[in-house]
């Protein structure tokens, strides 16, 4: 196996880097978690060592996958990169090309949860296996690597996106040559991005944010929405309903998996995500689950109403301008209802930096970068104040999702980079 990692040797494990700021008075406590994570890392190759010894090839090939997502989530665990070349065929193209981009990676993931407060004290791993297929010196495994993330703010279950990961047997054993898997961060961060220069801008973007939030706290920004009263043709939003509905009818696979789904509404199981969305926002301002209803089309669903653009989903489909289930028009529908004042779910929208602490439960936030304009929306389904200071840190915004399926999920986690998002603030519902 060639060795990509150089810098402190720990028992042929590498410490590639550290996400912990030095400094005096920290000094000691980076020389602790640099020697956890040794000693976790210690643990990972004494364990693949021990399977090498009289296991059959599958279970050579199971520990080898096991020992590559555990130095992930050691590294997660202590804040400390740990190598990866462990585990990577470094003397193959491919191989050399997944484990920089996934040390780099790592790298980027360790530097935003620092600069943002994200921590974890522990984890529980538990792989799904969904199949291991061997032949002769190579290996196709298809796995989810789930993992329940403890001692965070709010323990979560992650790891449910699919991996489809290939092995050779070599000199050294068996290692990995590729890893092909889609998340949040991959979907933002292709291969073949510079690690370093994406971690500087997003760093400096981070910087700025958090600026642009204290600055934006004033006595009036408590999250309320811009109207002190409503008259009686308007309806107000539910936001305890829509946030409950976001984290009932959802899983945690990151994929397209419709299980826990609400079964009394069609799913397009991949491109769900607005549908979804639109579900929250219905039964926010009022919506029944039951069939009669949903399929009638009733209040607050809209259908057939001269001037105002229909907006309703049932068991069988949507209607073709897809109000519903298209991101942009959806988008456009409420801004629009709002601007002119129209029947129907009425919002505002900004950037993310811009509407920082007026940001609530029930609002929905839409992902808007270059490579993917307005491709994915999430619903806000808790804000949790753990520092107690008063204010939305963006580490401090939970959500969930359909089309990869989230669960009451940190946003940080998945969209790293604030600037690519923007709020939608639900606001009113004009129903005369």
Same mark, same amino acid.
């Given at each position: 196996?060639? /060795?990509?990692?150089?810098?402190? @040797? $720990? !028992?042929? #494990?590498?410490?590639?880097?550290?996400? *912990?700021?030095?400094?005096?008075?920290?000094?000691?406590?980076?020389?602790?978690?640099?020697?956890?994570?040794?000693?976790?890392?210690?643990?990972?190759?004494?364990?693949?060592?021990?399977?090498?010894?009289?296991?059959?090839?599958?279970?050579?090939?199971?520990?080898?996958?096991?020992?590559?997502?555990?130095?992930?989530?050691?590294?997660?665990?202590?804040?400390?990169?740990?190598?990866?070349?462990?585990?990577?065929?470094?003397?193959?193209?491919?191989?050399?090309?997944?484990?920089?981009?996934?040390?780099?990676?790592?790298?980027?993931?360790?530097?935003?949860?620092?600069?943002?407060?994200?921590?974890?004290?522990?984890?529980?791993?538990?792989?799904?296996?969904?199949?291991? /297929?061997?032949?002769?010196?190579? @290996? $196709? !495994?298809? #796995?989810?690597?789930?993992?329940?993330? *403890?001692?965070?703010?709010?323990?979560?279950?992650?790891?449910?996106?699919?991996?489809?990961?290939?092995?050779?047997?070599?000199?050294?054993?068996?290692?990995?040559?590729?890893?092909?898997?889609?998340?949040?961060?991959?979907?933002?961060?292709?291969?073949?991005?510079?690690?370093?220069?994406?971690?500087?801008?997003?760093?400096?973007?981070?910087?700025?944010?958090?600026?642009?939030?204290?600055?934006?706290?004033?006595?009036?920004?408590?999250?309320?929405?811009?109207?002190?009263?409503?008259?009686?043709?308007?309806?107000?939003?539910?936001?305890?309903?829509?946030?409950?509905?976001?984290?009932?009818?959802?899983?945690?696979?990151?994929?397209?998996?419709?299980?826990?789904?609400?079964?009394?509404?069609?799913?397009?199981?991949?491109?769900?995500?607005?549908?979804?969305?639109?579900?929250?926002?219905?039964?926010?301002?009022?919506?029944?689950?039951?069939?009669?209803?949903?399929?009638?089309?009733?209040?607050?669903?809209?259908?057939?109403?001269?001037?105002?653009?229909?907006?309703?989903?049932?068991?069988?489909?949507?209607?073709?301008?897809?109000?519903?289930?298209?991101?942009?028009?959806?988008?456009?529908?409420?801004?629009?209802?709002?601007?002119?004042?129209?029947?129907?779910?009425?919002?505002?929208?900004?950037?993310?930096?811009?509407?920082?602490?007026?940001?609530?439960?029930?609002?929905?936030?839409?992902?808007?970068?270059?490579?993917?304009?307005?491709?994915?929306?999430?619903?806000?389904?808790?804000?949790?104040?753990?520092?107690?200071?008063?204010?939305?840190?963006?580490?401090?915004?939970?959500?969930?999702?359909?089309?990869?399926?989230?669960?009451?999920?940190?946003?940080?986690?998945?969209?790293?980079?604030?600037?690519?998002?923007?709020?939608?603030?639900?606001?009113?519902?004009?129903?005369?």
């Amino acid at each position: 196996m060639e /060795r990509l990692g150089v810098l402190v @040797a $720990v !028992v042929g #494990v590498v410490l590639v880097f550290s996400g *912990l700021a030095y400094g005096a008075s920290g000094e000691q406590a980076v020389r602790s978690a640099e020697e956890a994570a040794g000693a976790a890392a210690v643990r990972i190759e004494t364990a693949l060592r021990a399977a090498q010894l009289n296991a059959s090839d599958e279970t050579l090939v199971r520990a080898v996958v096991d020992a590559y997502f555990n130095l992930r989530y050691e590294s997660g665990k202590h804040g400390v990169g740990l190598d990866l070349g462990l585990v990577i065929d470094g003397s193959t193209v491919c191989g050399r090309a997944l484990y920089y981009h996934e040390m780099g990676k790592l790298r980027f993931t360790l530097a935003v949860w620092k600069v943002t407060g994200t921590t974890y004290t522990d984890f529980r791993y538990r792989p799904e296996y969904r199949a291991v /297929r061997m032949q002769g010196d190579e @290996a $196709v !495994v298809e #796995v989810r690597p789930w993992v329940d993330i *403890l001692g965070a703010p709010i323990d979560f279950e992650d790891g449910g996106e699919l991996h489809v990961i290939k092995l050779a047997r070599g000199p050294q054993g068996w290692l990995i040559v590729e890893d092909m898997y889609s998340d949040g961060l991959s979907e933002s961060y292709p291969r073949g991005t510079d690690w370093a220069v994406a971690e500087k801008d997003l760093l400096l973007k981070l910087e700025a944010y958090d600026a642009r939030a204290i600055a934006l706290l004033t006595p009036q920004s408590t999250g309320t929405g811009q109207f002190g009263t409503l008259t009686s043709h308007y309806v107000a939003y539910n936001r305890i309903k829509a946030s409950w509905y976001g984290k009932t009818y959802t899983n945690n696979d990151h994929g397209s998996s419709t299980t826990g789904y609400q079964y009394l509404f069609k799913a397009w199981p991949g491109t769900d995500c607005q549908n979804f969305v639109s579900q929250c926002v219905w039964y926010g301002f009022g919506g029944t689950l039951g069939a009669s209803y949903i399929n009638g089309h009733l209040y607050p669903m809209l259908d057939g109403v001269p001037g105002t653009p229909s907006w309703w989903c049932d068991a069988y489909g949507a209607v073709p301008s897809g109000t519903w289930t298209v991101v942009p028009t959806f988008y456009d529908m409420v801004t629009s209802n709002y601007t002119n004042d129209k029947l129907g779910v009425q919002g505002t929208s900004a950037n993310m930096q811009n509407t920082l602490n007026d940001l609530d439960i029930g609002d929905y936030i839409v992902h808007n970068d270059a490579l993917t304009p307005m491709g994915h929306v999430y619903i806000v389904t808790m804000l949790y104040d753990g520092n107690a200071d008063g204010r939305h840190s963006y580490n401090e915004i939970y959500v969930s999702a359909h089309s990869g399926n989230i669960q009451n999920h940190q946003l940080s986690a998945h969209n790293p980079d604030p600037f690519d998002l923007i709020i939608v603030r639900i606001l009113r519902y004009r129903d005369a």
